[in-house]
Structure formats: structure tokens, C-alpha cells
Nanobody, 116 residues
């Protein structure tokens, strides 16, 4: 059974940093690309960053490029999202996503709130 479990969200002041984690189980993690999405209140879910199965390729949304880094540890079946210089508009629920054997899998999400 595929499971994606996010953690690391919380309340942070503008300009602050957070590191999100997504622990995966139930599939051969090292074979699949992984993605972070986010959804702000009243808005559609949007891609934040993606990483290839080996970690050699990454991509970022224009809104987060230069302010975040996606990484993975295949030995720990975990991906990370290091976010810096956070802005109030980064407030959202952040989700981990994987497409495995033509099925879409999402974590439960972790709330990130950027506010003073």
C-alpha cells in the first residue's frame, strides 16, 4: 500500500525558512520521480518542485525558483523541500505526490503559514 506522509510544516515569519519532509512507503521509491505541490485557500493546487528518481534532475515553479531546493534520500525513502525567504503568499497546504503505475498518489499535506 502506497503511503506518502508529509511533515515539517508550521508557522514561520516572513523571510524565514522551513524544511518539509515526505516519507514514502509501499513502493520502490528509488524508481520514481517525486513532486511537491501546494494549495492555498481558494486557489488551485500548483506544482512547487519536482525531482527525478535519482535526484539528478530537478524543476521548480517560477514563484519558488531561487527560494527553495528539492532533494531526496533514496536510502531513507524520503524527499525534502527546503524553503527560504518565505513570503505570506507561500501560505498553503503542501503535498507530496507520486505517479506510480499510472495511478496518482498524494500525501495528506502539511500546513505552512507565513505570517508575522
Amino acid at each position: 500500500q502506497v503511503q506518502l506522509v508529509e511533515s515539517g510544516g508550521g508557522l514561520v515569519q516572513p523571510g524565514g525558512s522551513l524544511r518539509l519532509s515526505c516519507a514514502a512507503r509501499g513502493f520502490i521509491f528509488s524508481r520514481y520521480a517525486m513532486t511537491w505541490y501546494r494549495q492555498a485557500p481558494g486557489k488551485e493546487r500548483e506544482l512547487v518542485a519536482g525531482i527525478s528518481s535519482t535526484g539528478g534532475l530537478t524543476n521548480y515553479s517560477d514563484s519558488m525558483k531561487g527560494r527553495c531546493t528539492i532533494s531526496r534520500d533514496n536510502a531513507k525513502n524520503t524527499i525534502y523541500l527546503q524553503m527560504n525567504s518565505l513570503k505570506p503568499e507561500d501560505t498553503a497546504v503542501y503535498y507530496c505526490y507520486a505517479r506510480i503505475s499510472r495511478y496518482d498518489y498524494w500525501g495528506q499535506g502539511t500546513q505552512v503559514t507565513v505570517s508575522s
